[in-house]
T-cell receptor, first 115, second 112 residues
């Protein structure tokens, strides 16, 4: 176990549904991340939160809406998704204090299928 | 824009063999380089992190080297085992950003 827990592990949703992905870290870290992993493409950074403040947003469509209520929890709210949004969504956390020596700890991911 | 390339895309070796995975990046202005392992349908596990001022890092049977000026890193795995079968990902961290730029990975199969 990495100390980063994601739920659900699998999610199937229609294009008109609204759902949320949840991530919780038990490592006392200050930074949390959402990454998208599509087949045959490198991991893509979506959002970064540091001390509950969004510090990076990588031109992600507005149908993805992140929320970070505290430094231990991160959500990704999904609505009106497209089939091409089907992917493995990975949450990660890091200390957030020394970026030169900053290891990322990943959750197991949510495998999302949009029908 | 930083780009990370990993060669080969897939590699199959017999158990016990020593092997090298390659990673190259286009912009040498990096904070650090990390190697990760990913098992099918799972998240990533950090294996080694090399800061930009370092040349190599070792952990058990793994040794990672970094040549920042030429934009290259290698991950050496000694005495490979079937349990080493996974996809290995290389990622670099740029200055002034939380962004990690990943390669597409090398899928390793170690045959018993």
């Amino acid at each position: 176990e990495t100390g980063v827990t994601q739920t659900p592990r699998h999610l199937v949703m229609g294009m008109t549904n609204k759902k949320s992905l949840k991530c919780e870290q038990h490592l006392g870290h200050n930074a949390m991340y959402w990454y998208k992993q599509s087949a045959k493409k490198p991991l893509e950074l979506m959002f970064v939160y540091s001390l509950e403040e969004r510090v990076e947003n990588n031109s992600v469509p507005s149908r993805f809406s992140p929320e970070c209520p505290n430094s231990s929890h991160l959500f990704l709210h999904l609505h009106t998704l497209q089939p091409e949004d089907s992917a493995l969504y990975l949450c990660a956390s890091s200390q957030g204090t020394n970026r030169r020596n900053e290891k990322l700890f990943f959750g197991s991911g949510t495998q999302l299928s949009v029908l | 824009k930083q780009e990370v390339t990993q060669i080969p895309a897939a590699l199959s070796v017999p158990e016990g063999e020593n092997l090298v995975l390659n990673c190259s990046f286009t912009d040498s202005a990096i904070y650090n380089l990390q190697w990760f392992r990913q098992d099918p349908g799972k998240g990533l596990t950090s294996l080694l992190l090399i800061q930009s001022s370092q040349r190599e890092q070792t952990s058990g049977r793994l040794n990672a080297s970094l040549d920042k000026s030429s934009g290259r890193s290698t991950l050496y795995i000694a005495a490979s085992q079937p349990g080493d079968s996974a996809t290995y990902l290389c990622a670099v961290s740029g200055a002034g950003s939380y962004q990690l730029t990943f390669g597409k990975g090398t899928k390793l199969s170690v045959i018993p």
